[in-house]
């Protein structure tokens, strides 16, 4: 008897997927519930786990674009067991003879970090894997060659931050003499990113207004009440949280900007679900804090955290995406100083937030002095919000981060 392994649904919206990696190879024995291969979806990457015990018959690679229902491999259920296989009790008897797993054969790993690792004499099993439960990514294993061949299972960083800025470099990559060009198809994910823009420029009558904000308020309050805070909620206390309020609180002003057309119909929201842009691995994701309309500053802070966790798991889910009626994307975070950021469809307005920068700046009594100065651009769909709206809601942004008990005091 052979169990089908076919491409499940992940969603009504979602009807193909590319097969990122096979966790197990063809031929190998596979129990009930190990995970077979990572699906990627325009949406979300999702695990498909083995429904019975057999041996695994691959019929689709990694790489391929398959349909939700296509047969993609079989499990061979009458097939004997070969001699060694891991059952449940064999895997514990493994554990206790050899509780240090050598991930250079461990095919947990995708295929091209079993690639590298065939390739260059490096002790996978001293790497300390960045990916999800552990596993060892492309850019763990060149970082270790680079540095030598192997890596410290604990590293210590000289700070937190050193560590975070150490982990969003991208991989390094080994250049030759030869020139050469090499062709790979565009994950799913990419692929939507590329539909969504194309769609947003063509359209939506996209227009940028920009603004300037002081951050020094709200840096010292950050300042003040950061080590307080997080005692109590458990989490840091960002900017981000101070921008979401800040937009709601001018969205309550301009209605307009938290609207959408829809034919020749305008839809108004009573609420405000507002998108966070979180870059990834695989590319830009708008997860969606509910309600910040209703959320205290901390709700805003903890939500924005779960989904940047959720984000570095790969965790994401076609719920956390679905829905918004406005978005802020952070890219200061990259270090850019001005930028024009493209609309979400459909929404009709995006915030962009940037570096912030000290900058001489001339005072209401006359004197310079050197302040914390970020630029704001807000992007907007033209057919919808005037200039003199958008003009006024990057006011309204900017009244309360220059005087945050604005946002205490609604006004």
């Not at 786990?49 to 349909?67: D, H, N, P, R």
């Not at 998108?275 to 994701?285: C, Q």
């Not at 959720?310 to 952070?330: M, P, Q």
């Not at 024009?340 to 001489?360: C, D, E, F, V």
């Amino acid at each position: 008897m052979a169990i089908e392994v076919k491409v499940p649904g992940v969603g009504e919206s979602v009807q193909e997927g590319m097969i990122e990696s096979w966790h197990k190879a063809s031929g190998d024995w596979v129990q009930q519930d190990d995970v077979l291969l990572e699906l990627e979806t325009d949406k979300a990457t999702v695990e498909v786990v083995s429904e019975g015990e057999g041996k695994l018959e691959i019929l689709v690679e990694a790489g391929e674009v398959v349909k939700v229902g296509d047969l993609i491999a079989r499990i061979d259920t009458s097939a004997h067991k070969p001699a060694g296989s891991q059952g449940a009790a064999g895997s514990a008897e493994k554990a206790e003879e050899a509780p240090s797993q050598d991930k250079s054969n461990h095919l947990e790993n995708g295929p091209a970090v079993r690639r590298i690792l065939s390739e260059n004499p490096v002790d996978a099993s001293q790497i300390t894997g960045s990916g999800r439960s552990g596993r060892l990514t492309k850019g763990d294993v060149l970082g270790a060659i680079q540095q030598g061949g192997s890596q410290d299972r604990a590293p210590a960083p000289s700070s937190p931050a050193l560590e975070k800025k150490q982990q969003e470099l991208p991989a390094p990559r080994s250049l030759s003499g030869e020139r050469e060009s090499t062709r790979k198809p565009m994950s799913m994910l990419r692929r939507r990113i590329a539909e969504r823009l194309l769609t947003a420029q063509s359209s939506a009558a996209i227009l940028t207004t920009f603004n300037e904000v002081d951050m020094t308020e709200v840096m010292d309050l950050r300042k003040r009440y950061k080590d307080a805070f997080q005692e109590r909620y458990g989490i840091k206390l960002g900017f981000m949280g101070f921008f979401l309020k800040a937009s709601v609180h001018a969205l309550e002003t301009f209605p307009a900007v938290n609207a959408y057309i829809d034919g020749t119909d305008v839809i108004y929201h009573n609420y405000c679900d507002v998108g966070v842009a979180v870059s990834t691995e695989k590319g830009l994701m708008v997860p969606i804090v509910r309600d910040v309309d209703k959320l205290s500053l901390a709700d805003v802070e903890l939500e924005i955290g779960r989904y940047a966790q959720k984000a570095r798991e790969n965790k994401i889910s076609l719920d956390d995406l679905s829905g918004g009626t406005f978005t802020v994307s952070n890219g200061g975070v990259f270090g850019s100083l001005l930028s024009t950021p493209i609309l979400n469809p459909p929404q009709s307005a995006i915030l962009g937030m940037h570096k912030t920068q000290m900058r001489p700046v001339v005072m209401p009594d006359g004197s310079i002095k050197a302040r914390p100065m970020m630029y704001l651009a807000l992007s907007y769909d033209h057919r919808i919000v005037d200039g003199k709206e958008a003009v006024g809601f990057l006011v309204k942004i900017k009244e309360a981060i220059e005087d945050p008990s604005r946002l205490l005091l609604g006004v």
